[in-house]
């Protein structure tokens, strides 16, 4: 646990293609444990991602840091020309996008298949 009480968050982080690679956060996305988030993603473009997929499956808890943390991840990847889908959130998360509109602004898909299928077949700018 950390200082705060949350659970720590761990990321595990894959090679799927040359530039395609899958981040898979695994605990509690929040307050005290959603700061490295931004800094992983940013340290995979500098070794020449730009296609990154989250699955979000292994996130067992969500709040508005975390959000946020995804929601300026992203940014920050599609500022510096890549991509990044989301996959897998569970149905709390799925139904927090929604409320807050994410699924307008941020690609989401339901399973990491889908999620990566779709990353491989485009290298288009995907939001």
């Known amino acids: 646990m950390t200082e705060d009480g949350s659970r720590p968050l761990d990321i595990e982080i894959t090679q799927v293609g040359s530039d395609l690679w899958r981040v898979n956060p695994v605990g509690e996305l929040g307050r005290g444990t959603s700061e490295r988030f931004p800094t992983t993603l940013a340290e995979l473009m500098t070794q020449g991602a730009?296609?990154?997929?989250?699955?979000?499956s292994g996130v067992s808890f969500i709040d508005s840091t975390g959000i946020?943390?995804?929601?300026?991840?992203?940014?920050?990847?599609?500022?510096?020309?890549?991509?990044?889908?989301?996959?897998?959130?569970?149905?709390?998360?799925?139904?927090?996008?929604?409320?807050?509109?994410?699924?307008?602004?941020?690609?989401?898909?339901?399973?990491?298949?889908?999620?990566?299928?779709?990353?491989?077949a485009t290298n288009d700018e995907l939001r």
């Open 50 to 56: 730009s296609r990154i997929v989250v699955d979000l």
């Open 68 to 120: 946020n943390a995804l929601v300026v991840s992203c940014d920050a990847v599609s500022t510096a020309g890549g991509s990044v889908i989301f996959a897998a959130p569970s149905e709390q998360t799925a139904r927090l996008f929604e409320l807050l509109r994410l699924t307008d602004v941020v690609t989401v898909e339901e399973s990491l298949d889908e999620a990566l299928a779709r990353a491989l």
